[in-house]
C-alpha cells in the first residue's frame, strides 16, 4: 500500500493512457506515466501485448521506477526492467519497493538470480527479506509485511509517538499500532488516535486493548482474507507458535487474495486448469491459453464417449423408435444444466462460509428435494408440449403420444433428480477428501451426468415400449 | 466498520458457536453470543434454518443488539427483532446502528414501516437517512456512510485535533481526513499522523495533499470498489456533481461489493437468475431454490430440443452409418466445454479491466487461433483413436475406419473453432449492447454450440458417406 507522499488529483482515464502507451510519442508516454496514479499505469500495461509492454518498460527512465510505480508492477515487469539497468540503480530500484513486493519478486526469478538479488539490498533488508523468503508463497507468512507500526508495553505515549513518527513514511497501516511484550509477544493493539489523544505519561501497556486476534504464519492466505472480511479489519497480526509477531496482513491484500481465489474458482467451474500466474488475459500467448485448456477438453471429450457407447448399445430401441431422438438431447442436457447449477450453488456457498463440514445429509436432502420439484416441474411442462403440440409426420409406425409423453416426462423427473443429486454431492465430497471442490464442478459433473441421462432416457424407453 | 472499544481475544470457533445455538441451552446460548466476534455470530445464524434463527433472535436479550452484533446481522434478521421489541428499546438499537448498516435496514423494511422507525431516530440521525434513503441501492451514494473525518481548510492542526478527539468513537476511518473549503468542497486529505506529528499551529489547509480522488455519488458501487482495489485505499470519498464531499465508502464496503459481484457472476455463469438477496444458501428455502433456477433450466431444455430435430432430420445419414452415434455426444460435449472456457475467461478478464471496449477484433482473432489449435489437437487424438482402437465389430457394412475417423476428425475442428469464437463473441456482444456479459454465458452458449455441433457432423458425414 502506497503511503508516501506522492499525491494523485483525479485519475486519467485508462483508455486514454492505453491510447498514449500504443502512440510511439516517447515524451507523451514518459509524461503520462508521470502523471498518471500507478494502478492506472499498471491496468494500462496489462492492456498491452508482451512485445509492446517491454518496449514501454525500456523507454521508460529508471527514476520513474524509484517511485511508488514499483510497487504496483507485475514482478516479471520488474524483473525484465532490471535485467536492464546498471548494477546501482538496481539497488535503486529494489530499495523502493515494500518488503511485500519486493518478497513476490524474490521468489519470481531465478534461483542464481536470486543472491544477486539479495545482494544488492541494504543490510537491513537483506535481512527481513530472506526471513521472509522462508514461507510458502501461498500462506500467511508469504503474503505478510514487516512494515508496522510495533511498540513496547513499557514506552510511554510520548516515546511511542517519538518511535512512530521515525517511521511514519515506511510503515504500511499507522491506523492500527500492535503493543508487543519481551520477546515480541503479541500483546494487543492501540489505535494512533487513543495516542494522540491519550495522557503523554501513560504506559501504552495500559492503553492498549488485549485483542490478540491474529493468525498463524503457516496458515493458508484465503484463511487470513476471510478474517479480514469477517471482522472488518485494516491489518490482520501474523504470528508464530510462540504468539511473537511476524508481521501484518492488510486489507487491500485480502482483497487481492479474494479476487485471485474468485478467478479461479471461476475457472475452475469452467474446467481450465493450471495457475493463472499474474499474466492478464492479453498478456498470456496463444499457446499459453491452448495449454490451460487442452487438458479438459481432452478428458472431457473421452468421457463423452461414453454417452456415445451407450446409444451405441440401445441401437435397436432407437431404429425402432426414431421419433426418441428428438428428446434425447433436451433430456441429456437438463441433467448438465440442473448438476452445474447445484455444483455452483454448494462450491459458493463454501467459499462464503455458508456450509460447515457437518452440513452433509442437510444439503443433500435440500438439493433432492430442489431436484425433485425442478424435474417434475420440467417433465410436466413437455409431456403437456408432447402431447399437444407434436406434429404426428414424426411419429413412426406404432408410436403412441402418450407413451413418448410418459418416456421423456418420468426420463427428465429422473435425470434432474440424480444430476442435481451428483452436483450437490460430488464438491461435499471432495472438500471432506481435503481437494479443491471447484475441481469436480461443471464440465465433469456435466459429462457425468450426460452418460446417466442416455442410459435412463433409453432404459425407461426400452421398457416401455416393449410392454406396449 | 466498528471501531468501537469492544474487544475480541481470540475468536471462537465458528463450529462450536453452530454448536452452541443450536443446544438449546438459553443460559449458553446467550454467554456465547456474547463473548463470541459479532462476525463468528452473524456466520453462525447464518448456518440455521429460518425457524432456528427466529428463536435465537427472540432469545438474545435486547441489550445485546445495542452492541457491535447490530452492524453484523442481516437487515431481515434486525427487523424481525426489532418487531418484538417495545418502542424505547427499538430507538436504542436504531441508535447503535451506523448509518450505513440502519440505511439498509430502512431500505429492506416496508413502506408503512419505514416513516415509523424513522420517527425514532433522534433528530440528527433522521436528517442523515433521509438524505441517505434518496441514493438507489447499488450506487455510490446508497452504499456510503457519513461518518468520516472531516476538517475545515482554515482550521489549524491544534483546532483540528479537538474537532477529531471529539467524534473518534464515531468516525469509521480516522486515518484519513478529508479537508474542505467553502461549501463542503472537496480540496484534499491530511492523515492523522500529519496532525499529530504536525506543528500545531499551522493551517490544515497548507499541511493537506490536493488528492481530490473521488467518485460521483449515482456512480455504480463496482466502479467505487474497483477504484478502492487499485488504488490500495482505505475510503473513497463521495461527491455531488458540485464536488462537495457527501461521504465515504471504506474498504470493508468494497470488499462486501467484491463478493457480491463474484457471487452473481459465478451464478449467471451456471444458469441461476434473479437476486440472491442477503440469504445464505441454508436460509433459502426450497422453493425459493427451484424459482431461480428453474426459469432457465425450462428455456434450456426447450432450445435443446433443436438439437434433438436436427438429429432428427438426418435419420436416414444415422440409420445407414450407425457407428456415427458413438462419436455424437463427443462431438456435441467438445463445443460446449471449449465455449465455455472461453466464455469464462472473456467474461472474468472483463470484470478484472483486463479488456477495455475497443478489444473486440483482437480477442475474436485470438480465440480463434487458440479454437484452432484446440480444435485440431483433439481432432488428431481422436481420428488416431478411431484409427487404430475401435473395434471391428461396431463397424456396420460398408463403413469404413479411415471415414469415420476424417468425419470425427474435421468436424472436432470445426466445432471447436465455431464454439470458442460464440463463446468469446457473445460476451463482448453483450457488453456493447449494455447487457451484463455473464447472462450470456456458459448453459446458453453451450445449448447454441450443440445445435450447431450436430449440424455440422451431420452436414459433414452425409457428405463424406455420400462421396464413397
Known amino acids: 500500500m502506497p503511503d508516501s507522499a506522492t499525491v494523485y488529483p483525479q485519475p486519467l482515464d485508462v483508455e486514454t493512457i492505453v491510447e498514449v502507451l500504443e502512440s510511439d510519442d ?48 507485475d514482478a516479471g515487469d520488474v524483473e525484465k526492467k532490471l535485467q536492464t539497468l546498471p548494477e546501482t540503480e538496481q539497488a535503486e530500484v529494489l530499495d523502493a519497493m515494500d518488503d511485500d513486493e519486493l518478497v513476490d519478486l524474490l521468489q519470481e526469478v531465478s534461483d542464481e538470480q536470486r543472491p544477486q538479488l539479495i545482494e544488492l539490498l541494504p543490510e537491513k533488508k537483506q535481512a527481513v527479506s530472506e526471513e521472509l523468503l522462508q514461507f510458502e508463497e501461498e500462506t500467511a507468512g508469504g503474503r505478510m509485511t514487516t512494515a508496522m507500526g510495533k511498540i513496547h508495553e513499557s514506552c510511554t505515549v510520548a ?177 448438465g444444466n440442473t448438476g452445474g447449477q447445484a455444483a455452483t450453488m454448494i462450491i459458493r456457498a463454501m467459499s462464503l462460509g455458508e456450509l460447515g463440514p457437518g452440513e452433509f445429509t442437510r444439503v443433500v436432502f435440500k438439493e433432492m428435494r430442489v431436484g425433485m420439484i425442478l424435474g417434475a416441474l420440467l417433465g410436466v411442462c413437455v409431456a403437456v408440449q408432447i402431447q399437444f403440440l407434436l406434429p404426428q409426420s414424426v411419429l413412426g409406425e406404432g408410436d403412441s403420444l402418450i407413451r413418448i409423453a410418459a418416456v421423456v416426462g418420468i426420463s427428465l423427473l429422473a435425470q434432474v433428480t440424480t444430476s442435481t443429486l451428483i452436483g450437490a454431492a460430488l464438491p461435499l465430497i471432495a472438500r471432506a477428501a481435503k481437494l479443491d471442490p471447484a475441481v469436480v464442478a461443471s464440465p465433469a459433473i456435466t459429462t457425468l451426468v450426460d452418460v446417466s441421462g442416455s442410459i435412463i432416457y433409453f432404459a425407461l424407453a426400452s421398457a416401455l415400449m416393449a410392454s406396449g
Open 26 to 73: 516517447e515524451a507523451r508516454i514518459v509524461d503520462v506515466c508521470k502523471r498518471a496514479h500507478p494502478g492506472d499505469v499498471e491496468e494500462a500495461l496489462e492492456r498491452l501485448d508482451d512485445g509492446e509492454r517491454e518496449a514501454i518498460l525500456h523507454m521508460l527512465p529508471s527514476d520513474l521506477f524509484m517511485s511508488d510505480l514499483i510497487n504496483y508492477l
Open 159 to 335: 516515546e511511542a509517538l517519538a518511535i512512530l513518527e521515525k517511521m511514519k513514511e515506511e510503515t504500511e497501516v499507522l491506523s492500527r499500532i500492535f503493543v508487543v511484550g519481551d520477546n515480541d509477544q503479541l500483546i494487543g493493539k492501540i489505535r494512533l488516535r487513543d495516542l494522540a489523544f491519550g495522557e503523554k505519561t501513560a504506559l501504552v501497556g495500559n492503553l492498549a486493548d488485549d485483542d490478540q486476534m491474529s493468525i498463524q504464519v503457516g496458515a493458508d492466505q484465503e484463511e487470513a482474507a476471510n478474517m479480514i472480511a469477517r471482522y472488518d479489519l485494516v491489518a490482520l497480526p501474523v504470528v508464530d507458535a510462540e504468539g511473537r509477531l511476524l508481521g501484518v496482513i492488510t486489507h487491500d491484500d485480502a482483497m487481492e487474495i479474494f479476487e485471485e481465489e474468485a478467478t479461479e474458482d471461476m475457472e475452475m467451474i469452467s474446467g481450465i486448469g493450471g495457475e493463472r500466474g499474474e499474466l492478464s488475459y492479453l498478456q498470456t500467448s496463444v499457446f499459453g491459453h491452448v495449454k490451460r485448456r487442452f487438458g479438459w477438453v481432452l478428458v472431457l471429450a473421452f468421457l463423452a464417449l461414453a454417452s456415445g457407447v451407450v446409444m451405441h448399445m440401445y441401437e435397436n430401441v432407437l431404429k425402432a423408435y426414431y421419433v426418441l431422438v428428438i428428446y434425447l438431447p433436451m433430456v441429456v442436457a437438463a441433467g
